[in-house]
């Protein structure tokens, strides 16, 4: 089965539900049609006419692939807010990707300011066929930040099941900037910022958990030399737990890590329908199998089937 | 890691039998690869080779190579314009080396199914795959590693 690890899709309960909501994050409908509105971002708006699910599975199919994995957006920040506002989007969330066809599967969001609640959230979300946690990486930023979602990443390393850290939230502080800015400043610093949190006490404290960084973690392993010469630890560049997936990037990035990381490590994943995928030809047929096929089987196991 | 110390690095690999045992995995299709290691210097595949098959002519781009034979036998080709290319039979125990300017093409020999331990330095990154078209002319194409190493059939 082929797979892509990092999709989003504004089912019709999520939508409503950030609908319901006064602050941001929420979405509004105006005459122009659906925005959205995050407290550190530009309002943006919503093409929803084009999240069509029957378009969606349709695109899934033409992208090459059989199955793509849906995730909360993680900018959103709907993970730190209070525990009870979290709790009607997060429901919401996980009952839209629950009611997607077969061609989709979804990553786990829970909320992150009561983790003992998310604990109990997270086993019940892996039991009822979820794919594994989908974290922000500011949730990851610091060595102490990694220690405090400990007992989360200890409960997915007794299930088996991977985490995927994702770029967000978005920036508290709403500045006056392009809208491209965020996802080449805040987010690649954020991703930066959680591969080498979990390279510093990550993976000491979870042997066997197994990680997939979006957007190619920023491209983090790459610094290696940078790395070694300020006394950073080297082995996660090398370490093959964990996994680095492709969106937003293209052949050039792609072989750049190829070079240091190895094509073992590398997913698939589009970012739909935030961006469009590269042509998968261009990657070459057995680097497009392997990070579509054969490491997505190793990242999930059991669940990539089962997702 | 120079020459020397990539083959010494291969043949300790091929001592190392609980390194590699369980990755031994014959197919008459196409060889097979496994990953032993990798870190910031040096990558170590094993493969296993039946049937005559056949690398074709290339090169490592910016890497040097060791081979090490664990079992059966791989036969070595260097390309030389004008001439039959070098060959030599390397059997188990046997090892060689190569590196980043050497064109060369490798082979199963013999009836034995083959185990060899390849390591490279820096890691193996970029390749040319060498064809000769209809004129003869000789054109090298510029292919990631895991085009040459990576399986296209479902793993």
């Not at chain 1, 999520?14 to 509004?28: E, G, K």
Request: net charge negative.
């Amino acid at each position: 089965m082929r797979i892509d690890v990092h999709q989003h899709l504004w089912s019709e309960p999520l939508v409503a539900a950030l609908a319901r909501r006064r602050l941001p994050p929420r979405v509004r409908r105006a005459p122009d049609g659906w925005w959205l509105d995050l407290a550190g971002e530009p309002p943006c708006q919503l093409e929803l006419s084009s999240e069509d699910v029957g378009r969606r599975a349709a695109l899934v199919h033409l992208d090459g692939v059989d199955r793509a994995l849906v995730a909360l957006s993680s900018p959103l920040g709907v993970e730190s807010l209070d525990p009870d506002e979290a709790a009607d989007v997060l429901d919401a969330f996980h009952a839209g990707a629950a009611a997607l066809p077969a061609e989709f599967g979804a990553w786990a969001s829970v909320p992150l300011r009561d983790l003992d609640g998310a604990v109990g959230e997270l086993e019940r979300r892996l039991a009822e066929g979820f794919a594994g946690l989908c974290l922000p990486a500011g949730a990851l930023a610091t060595p102490a930040a990694v220690e405090r979602v400990a007992p989360l990443l200890d409960a997915l390393e007794r299930r088996e099941a991977p985490l995927f850290v994702h770029p967000g939230p978005a920036p508290a502080e709403a500045h006056d900037v392009p809208p491209w800015w965020p996802a080449l400043t805040d987010y690649v610093e954020g991703l930066h910022a959680a591969w080498h949190a979990f390279a510093a006490i990550g993976r000491r404290a979870h042997p066997r958990l197994t990680v997939v960084f979006a957007a190619l973690a920023g491209g983090a392993p790459l610094h290696l030399e940078r790395i070694a010469a300020r006394g950073g630890p080297l082995a996660s560049a090398f370490d093959p737990g964990l996994f680095y997936e492709t969106s937003s990037y293209g052949t050039r990035m792609i072989e750049a890590m190829v070079r240091v990381v190895g094509v073992d490590q590398l997913v698939h994943g589009s970012d739909r329908p935030v961006v469009e995928p590269p042509d998968a030809k261009a990657i070459g047929p057995a680097t497009w199998e392997a990070l579509a096929r054969a490491n997505p089987a190793r990242l999930l196991g059991a669940r990539a089937l089962a997702a | 890691m120079t020459a020397d110390a990539l083959e010494a690095f291969a043949r300790e690999l091929a001592r190392a039998r609980e390194r590699w045992r369980h990755l031994v995995n014959h197919d008459p299709a196409q060889r097979t690869y496994g990953l032993l290691h990798h870190d910031a210097d040096v990558m170590a595949w094993l493969i296993c080779w039946m049937d005559d098959h056949d690398t074709g002519f290339h090169d490592h781009d910016g890497s040097a190579g060791a081979v090490a034979v664990i079992d059966g036998a791989v036969r070595e080709d260097r390309l030389r314009l004008g001439a039959a290319p070098l060959q030599r039979v390397v059997r188990a125990g046997e090892s060689f080396t190569f590196g980043p300017a050497d064109i060369h093409r490798v082979r199963h020999a013999g009836r034995r199914p083959a185990v060899t331990i390849h390591a490279y330095s820096p890691p193996l990154w970029r390749m040319g795959a060498y064809e000769v078209d209809s004129s003869g002319a000789l054109r090298r194409h510029s292919i990631s590693y895991a085009e040459e190493l990576r399986p296209l059939s479902a793993a």
